[in-house]
């Protein structure tokens, strides 16, 4: 069994902790400080640390340093009050595993020890894999010779033949979609369906009826029955995309089909049972959107039991001139002039580009070279980028006068007045979900009709 060192100095705490993970099957240790806690570390083997961010003596965060310092790969969970996110925050860059708010609930504790230490476990299985064979994982139309995807391509190994859900992570254009498919067609749902739908693309009062379907009658326009995407992905898979930006009333339904397997239609009675794999992806960072409100809590320990971060491009240059050739064959029998290589100016101009686009910016950079090219090899004149190559140090990145917080205040305005004042409109403009817009403009001192509206409706 797992053994689990747990360090809380409030006695109950401690006994509810201890009692709760060892009904869970963990073998637990309990300590009510770091110095006990250390010393135990260096009796028993321990697999994972949950400790309390203020301690007597040795605090949280000199724990967590004397625990790297002696074995970097420890997970660490740390529990910290409502009000000292931030110091979670530096903990986590500190090496921490994940942190739980104050106060938590005993499901959660259990959902985010189980998640950690399955990650740990892929981890080391993937690390001891690589070392025992050196083998370089090849999935179908992911370019990944560089250590960066290697190391992704190594967790789709291990999480593709489970039923785990997986939260994919990462900017815009990292390519979440292919990675999201490989861990499909390697998985014993390969024979079913891949079912793919981005929440963002479809307005969000149609959103709900997209995923759980509807009956006739539900609503206007509804003269038929229509299954949803989970219906149409029963025995395989569901790539759920941009799922940061799901309103809250479909997470709360959400929630249920993961915890349940079950939902009904919209305007339906009857109850629903599907056997789906759900894989969302997000280029939001959703531990702000949980600060903000804007995402469930719940969900989101639902949504993470395997988490797989795709660097951006700028981070694996490496793979850069493999994938120009991936992009030259694909493309270059298309042209008008067949085009079948690049000269070593151009594809350094290519290797040395920030990309904030990712590998979606480059197909299109190299689609558009190749269209445009007036013979058979790519030269520079042929590359033509959206923004500069290098930023010059002498220009300011704000404009002058203007913090980061003023300018980012002028940008949502701005985005309000193009939108007239519609929040919704001007919150995919931002890329932002509305709550989190809401959030942002309460911070800013903007009223909100809704909200006031809503208070005036509770005194009538």
Known sequence: MPAILIVEDEAKMRRLLELNLGEQGFTTHAVANA??????LGQERIDLVVTDFRLPGMNGLEFLQAIKRANASLPVVMMTAYGSVESAVEAMKMGASDYVLKPFSLEEMTLVVRKELDAHNL?????????????RYQYKNIIARSAEMQAVLATVERVAPTNATVLLGGESGVGKDLVARA????????????????????????LESELFGYE???FSGATSSKPGKFELADKGTLFLDEIGDVPAATQVKLLRVLQEREFERLGGTKTLKIDVRLIAATNRDLRAALEDGSFREDLYYRLNVVAVDIPPLREHKQDIPELVQFFL???????AHPVKSITPAAMKLLVEFHWPGNVRELENVMQRAVTLARGEVLDVDDIHLDRPHAASNSNPVLPPGMTLEQWEQEIIREALRQANGNKSQAARALGLSRNALRYRLSQMGVPDPENKNAEDAEKK
Not at 123 to 135: K, Y
Not at 329 to 335: C, D, H, R, V
């Open 35 to 40: 110095e006990a806690g250390l010393k135990l």
């Open 123 to 135: 981890r080391e299985e993937n690390r001891s894999l690589r070392e025992a064979l050196g083998q």
């Open 183 to 206: 861990i499909h067609e390697h998985s014993n749902r390969k024979s079913g369906p891949f079912v793919k739908i981005n929440s963002t693309a479809i307005p969000e009062n149609l």
């Open 216 to 218: 006739k009658g539900a």
């Open 329 to 335: 064959q694909k493309f270059g029998g298309e042209a």
